[in-house]
C-alpha cells in the first residue's frame, strides 16, 4: 500500500513539473514572444518585460554612443577612416528580444534558469553595407571580366551579384568592436568562383600596377610608353600572371637606358713599382647594365613578391688597374708635405749645388715605409766608399736639403722623429718657410750624423719627390702620402724661440710641436737648434 501511494505521488509530481515546464515554455513563446524576459540587462540597463520598439528607444543612442568615432579599414593598399555614422549603424534587437526563447526545449530551460540570477546580453548591431561599399568607392559592375584571358579592370568596379553583406556587415562590426583596423579582404565575400576570379585579377592589377610603373616603365621608356604597351596581366591556370606583352620593344628600351645608365670605370693615377701598383688617386669601378640577364629578371621579377625592389641587372667593371693582378698600395691621401727651396743663381753663377739636393732626394724618392718601420737617412742612400750613394749619385755640398726637406715633411705629418740634428752653422736657404730659420736636419757620413723618424700609424706611407720652379728659386718637396682610411694628424708648431743671439746667424733656437687626432693629443715634442 505505500508504494502504491509513493508511486501515485512521484506520478502527480512529474506531471505537474512537466505541465510546469510546458507551461513556461508556451508562455515565453506566446505572451512574452513580443517583450523581453525578466532580469535580463543590456549594459547597466534592465530591459525586463520591455518590447522591442520600447528597447530601441531605451538603449538606441546608448548602443551607438559606445561605438568608436570612426572604424579604420584596410583595403586595396589604402588605409581608410571612415566615421561611424555615415555607416549607418543601428542596433540589432533580435537576440535580445528572442533571448530565453525558441524551439529548443532544452535551450529555454537553460536560459530560464540564468534570468533567476540575472543575464546580461551584449547588443547586436547592424549596418548599411551599401554605405560601406559607397565608401569605398565600390560599384557592382560588369566592366571588369576576362576577354580571351586578358583581365579588363576598372578601378572600384567589379561583379558583386554573389557578395555576403551579413557576413562582410558581421565581421566589420566585430573589428569595431576591438578597435582595431579591419583589413578588407573583398573576395572572401564573393561566393561565385567567376566573381572572385575577376576580383583576384584585378585586386592584383591594381596593388601592383604602381610598382611596375616606377621600377620598370619610368627608369626605361622616359614615359614615351604606357604599362599597357610592354606588359598585360593574364588568366592563366586558374590565377592571374603578369607576362610580357612585347619582348622586341622591352629589349629595345633597356638598350637605350644602357646607353645612359653605362658608367665606364677609371684607372685613377698609378704607376709600378718593384712589381707593386702604387696609387696615388683612386680608381673607380665602371657599372654596366646587363642587357639578357635584365630580360631575364624582369620575367620573374613581375610575379615575385618583391615588386619593390629593382629588377634591372647591373654588372661591376674592373679598370685595368684591377686586371694587371699586381698588389695596390693605396697612396691616395697626402698625410703632409715638405717644401725648401733653393736660389737658382748664386753669386752671380748658376747654383750647382742645386743638382746635389736633389741627388740626395731621388735617392729616396718613392721609398716605402711600413707600419711600425723606422727610416734611417744613411740607410736608405746607402754611402759607398767612393763618395756616391748605392745608385752611384755623387754625395756632395747641398745634399744636407734632402734631409732638411724630408724633416720638414715629417714636422708637418706628425710623425714621431727619432734621430735628428742640426746643422753646426746657418744655412740662409733655410730662411723661407718658417718664423725662425731653425727648421733644418743635417746630415754627415764620418761622423755619423743621421736622420731617423718612424712610421707610427697603422698604415704603409711612402716618400714622393718632386720639383718646381719659378724665375728666381727651384723648390724641393717631400709628399707624404698614406692610405685613404689613415687618421690625419693635426699638427701644431708653436713657442718658437730664440736666445744667446749674438748676430744673425749665431744663436740658439727651438719650437715645441703639438701632434693631435680629433681633439686628442698624442704627443708634444721640442726641436733645438744651435748655430755658431
Known sequence: MRFKNALYYSAISTFLIISLILGYYVFVNTVL???????????????????????????????????????????????????TSELGFSVDTYKLVNYGKGGNLLKVLEDGLNIIKGVKVDVDYKIDTNLLLEKLRIVNSSNSGIIDSNYVCVKGEYPLTSLQYKLLSDDLINSLKTSSEYNLYLDNYLVDSFEKKIYAGCSKYFSEVSKIQRNVIDKLTLGDLSIEDLFELKNENESPVWKIKDSQILADKIREYKKVKDVNSQDGEYEIVNNQIYLYKPYTQGISVDEESTIISIYSW?????????????????????????????????????????????????NFVIAYTMFGLDEINKTVIAPGEEFSYIKAISPQNNGTTKSGRPIAGGICNSTTTIFRAVLESGLQVTDRSYHAFYVPSYEWGYPVNIVDAAYFTNPTVDFKFKNDSDYPILLKVNYSKDNDYQYNTVEILSSSKATKRNVELSNWKVWDKYSSTNFKGSFDRTVSVNGQVLFKDNFYSHYL
Open 33 to 83: 514572444a513580443n517583450s523581453i524576459l525578466p532580469n535580463v540587462w543590456v549594459n547597466s540597463s534592465d530591459v525586463s518585460f520591455s518590447s522591442e520598439e520600447e528597447l530601441r528607444e531605451k538603449i538606441q543612442v546608448q548602443a551607438l554612443n559606445n561605438l568608436p568615432e570612426k572604424v579604420n579599414i584596410a583595403f586595396e593598399n589604402e588605409h581608410l577612416s571612415i566615421n
Open 302 to 350: 613581375l610575379n615575385s613578391q618583391n615588386l619593390d625592389s629593382d629588377p634591372i641587372i647591373y654588372k661591376k667593371v674592373d679598370p685595368n688597374i684591377v686586371s694587371l693582378g699586381l698588389p695596390i698600395l693605396d697612396f691616395t691621401q697626402r698625410i703632409g708635405e715638405g717644401k725648401t727651396r733653393i736660389e737658382l743663381i748664386r753669386n752671380g753663377f748658376e
